[in-house]
């Protein structure tokens, strides 16, 4: 009688157990749509950046680094003479190194030293950058390492080009929308992707330069932006 008693209560505690256990359940997953959307500003360049310099060779360290000075002295006081402000003028580059341009057997020897300097100029008249580029050729400017157009104002033109693409987006996930017969819901997510800030600098060789001055094409800017969205789907 006792082991039938155990028994039956052992059974009980058993099922009493197995009744407190919680039983799980599987939420849903919302449904979504996700879309990228990208926006472009081009414009006429406003402002223009150039880095120019000096490369000079000599003997010495000495020689070589006076040649250059000399010359960069003067091709400062020629950009101030057309029209470019000192403030707009910041030295980017100074070096002073062993002239290897000799060839021996196959192999490159020093001969002598090369001493370079460049500078960057923010030019706002662009009118006139053919004819800056050509005295700065003409009192010994030989290196032309970049030229680079922008917007004065670039920050607007990016705020411009992000409205474009949170159009852009909105206007693809309604065609998603319509295509696959669902409705848009509220937006969940906005996350700004990678832009292209352009342009790109163009690398130029130094050559002199016609009377008329360097001839220069100034084209567009393009400044762009990138968005990823999600939107519910009701």
Not at 24 to 29: A, F, I, N, R, V
Not at 152 to 171: G, L, M, P, T, V
């Amino acid at each position: 009688m006792k082991h039938t008693i155990l028994a039956a209560a052992l059974l009980a505690g058993m099922a009493g157990a197995g009744a407190a256990q919680p039983v799980e359940t599987s939420t849903p997953q919302q449904r979504s749509i996700a879309v990228r959307g990208e926006g472009h500003v081009r414009a006429a360049p406003e402002i223009a950046r150039v880095r120019l310099g000096v490369s000079e060779t000599a003997e010495t360290a000495r020689a070589a680094l006076d040649a250059m000075n000399a010359a960069m002295a003067r091709v400062l006081e020629r950009l101030e003479a057309a029209g470019i402000p000192p403030e707009n003028v910041q030295t980017g580059q100074l070096s002073l190194d062993r002239d290897y341009a000799r060839m021996h057997d196959g192999q490159s020897e020093p001969e002598g030293f090369v001493a370079t300097t460049l500078v960057e100029l923010r030019v706002v008249d662009l009118d006139g950058l053919g004819a800056v580029l050509d005295a700065a050729v003409g009192e010994g400017a030989n290196r032309l390492e970049g030229l680079e157009f922008a917007l004065a104002d670039r920050a607007s033109a990016h705020d411009e080009a992000r409205r474009a693409a949170i159009a852009d987006a909105q206007a693809r996930a309604a065609t998603y929308a319509e295509a696959a017969g669902v409705t848009l819901g509220e937006v969940l997510s906005i996350s700004e992707t990678g832009a292209d800030f352009g342009p790109r600098p163009a690398m130029m060789e130094m050559r002199m330069a016609a009377d008329g001055g360097v001839p220069i094409a100034q084209g567009e800017v393009e400044i762009s932006a990138g968005v990823s969205m999600v939107w519910a789907i009701e």
